[in-house]
T-cell receptor, first 119, second 113 residues
Framework: KAGVTQTPRYLIKTRGQQVTLSCSPI?????VSWYQQTPGQGLQFLFE???????NKGNFPGRFSGRQFSNSRSEMNVSTLELGDSALYLC??????????????????FGPGTRLTVL | DQQVKQNSPSLSVQEGRISILNCDYT??????FLWYKKYPAEGPTFLIS?????DKNEDGRFTVFLNKSAKHLSLHIVPSQPGDSAVYFC????????????FGTGTLLAVQP
């Protein structure tokens, strides 16, 4: 079974530009979450999608947006890029949203990330 | 406000010995906790989890301990192997209808041969 794929793997942009990152979840997975990883900050939650609907959003400015398509693939967009947006952007997919009916943890599988550099 | 903290940025251990990675949290509403392992140029890989109603979970060489009164969890790796060298993140989840995780800043574990 193929894992989570993210494209592109590396990206260099300049301030003020916009960027779109893509995430293809594991086949059959319907939930996609996005995280930003910066040095010293760990991974910070951006947003999560399930069945084409944004279900939860982290504390990021409106320049960060996303969407999910009917095939569960997801994109995130960052407009008016700033130097501080340089980071590793990770997406994670899982079968469903939240804990199962029995309360079991719903494992998430991460992609390799997209390294965005803003100059 | 850092709700999940890993106060040790790095840890060095000899091969065959025990590695203990620590994590503290502030929010008593977390429903479960996890440890992820990350190699450079790869995404985090799930290692082990523990529900907030348990105090210990074991999986092979990995054991996670949860002390709810102290709001502290730890990951024990016994015995440590050079292939365990990576960045380890602890994370916490709220449960309910969300997969949102709150991550710590990570601990770089180096296992010396």
């Amino acid at each position: 079974k193929a894992g989570v794929t993210q494209t592109p793997r590396y990206l260099i942009k300049t301030r003020g530009q916009q960027v779109t990152l893509s995430c293809s979840p594991i086949s059959g997975h319907r939930s996609v979450s996005w995280y930003q990883q910066t040095p010293g900050q760990g991974l910070q939650f951006l947003f999560e999608y399930f069945s084409e609907t944004q279900r939860n959003k982290g504390n990021f400015p409106g320049r960060f947006s996303g969407r999910q398509f009917s095939n569960s693939r997801s994109e995130m967009n960052v407009s008016t890029l700033e130097l501080g947006d340089s980071a590793l952007y990770l997406c994670a997919s899982s079968l469903y949203l939240g804990t199962s009916g029995s309360g079991s943890y719903n494992e998430q599988f991460f992609g390799p990330g997209t390294r965005l550099t803003v100059l | 406000d850092q709700q999940v903290k890993q106060n040790s940025p790095s840890l060095s251990v000899q091969e065959g010995r025990i590695s203990i990675l620590n994590c503290d949290y502030t929010n008593s509403m977390f429903d479960y906790f996890l440890w992820y392992k990350k190699y450079p140029a790869e995404g985090p890989t799930f290692l082990i989890s523990i529900s907030s109603i348990k105090d210990k979970n074991e999986d092979g060489r990995f054991t996670v301990f949860l002390n709810k009164s102290a709001k502290h969890l730890s990951l024990h790796i016994v015995p440590s192997q050079p292939g365990d060298s990576a960045v380890y993140f602890c994370a916490a989840g709220y449960g309910g209808a969300t997969n949102k995780l709150i991550f710590g800043t990570g601990t770089l574990l180096a296992v010396q041969p």
